[in-house]
């Protein structure tokens, strides 16, 4: 097998299929979608590194979508890293966010374990367009996001599943290999193809796009490939869904914050957008003059 040309694809979720083997593959590899989403905020470098590879699995685990709608990844803990989200969607779009005490010196290596406080959840949720939402929580066992997604498809799916996963300030990227249900396959043959998966490194997967690093891996027993499907960054944040919060939240406290601030701001983690609701548009929203009841509330100076 010849060493295929040159390419220089990213932002792209690569599909394969082992021909011998009742084995199935997903590759995927982002740029300009990581990097809109790194340019939002100023992550330190380990919380980056854990949402990249948090993007990344989301991006491949949606792929099973069999309705159209999201799935969500979450990983919550009690350290300085608070919160980990990634959401793709059937439309193959994607979002990433993190929560971490930005008061906490982050600057050097530390562990997943670590800043997730050695305790928390990990959770996923598929959140059907039409439909009844579903979710699974476990707790969070092993050191990397690979290991935790590994594990929670294993119990949960009982699919055997291998996942590597890594990030970069420009790149992020992953590899998925599935045994396909119900299919024969020995437990050496199993053992051979996920072997060769573990030798892929870091750089490999940020740095090189599917025909390369499949090839890197399987030459000897290629896979067939199947065309790369476009991965897009997407919000799906919107001044309507920013009303139905400040709806559920009341009037009272909405006019308190409006008749002492002028305005309510409420920012978008995951894109950074702003939504500002004046006292006109507070009154409206409500039906009534909710700023005012607020500021006849207050005492007097």
């Known amino acids: 097998m010849n060493t295929p040309a040159p390419a220089h694809t990213a932002d792209c979720r690569t599909r394969f299929i082992f021909d011998d083997m009742p084995v199935r593959g997903l ?5 300009e979608v990581w990097q809109h989403i790194v340019a939002r905020k100023h992550y330190p470098d380990p919380i980056r ?12 685990l949606s792929s ?9 990844l979450q990983v919550q803990g009690r350290g300085d890293l608070k919160m980990l989200v990634a959401e793709a969607t059937s439309g193959r779009t994607c979002r990433a966010t993190a929560r971490w005490n930005e008061q906490a010196d982050l600057s050097g290596r530390r562990s997943l374990t670590d800043l997730l406080g050695g305790d928390g959840i990990f959770a996923i949720t598929l959140q059907p367009d039409d ?27 009982q699919l055997e599943t291998h996942i590597s996963l890594a990030a970069s300030p ?18 050496d043959a199993w053992a051979h193809v996920t072997a060769l998966a ?13 025909p390369h690093l499949l090839y890197r891996l ?29 709806l559920l939240l009341g009037g009272q ?43 006849a509330a207050l005492p007097l100076q």
């Open 170 to 187: 420009t790149h992020v990227g992953g590899l998925l290999l599935q045994r396909l249900p119900e299919e024969n396959l020995t437990e």
């Open 253 to 295: 406290e909405v006019g308190s914050v409006v008749a002492e601030q002028g305005s309510v701001g409420i920012d978008c983690d995951f894109c950074g957008e702003q939504y500002v609701f004046d006292e006109t548009d507070v009154n409206a929203l409500f039906g009534s003059d909710v700023v005012a009841a607020a500021k």
């Open 49 to 60: 590194n854990a949402l990249g590879e948090l993007l990344a699995a989301a991006a491949l």
């Open 27 to 31: 590759h995927i590899r982002l740029q």
């Open 218 to 246: 399987f030459h000897e027993t290629p896979p067939r490939v199947f065309p790369p499907e476009n991965i897009e960054f997407a919000c799906t944040c919107s001044r309507g869904k920013v009303s139905d919060m400040l």
């Open 131 to 157: 439909g009844e939402q579903w979710q699974g929580i476990v707790p969070l066992e092993g050191d990397s996001i690979a290991d935790m997604l590994t594990g929670y498809m294993q119990r949960s799916e």
């Open 198 to 210: 573990d030798t892929v490194n870091a750089a490999e997967l940020t740095d090189l796009d599917a």
């Open 64 to 72: 099973n979508l069999k309705l159209e709608g999201t799935l969500i």
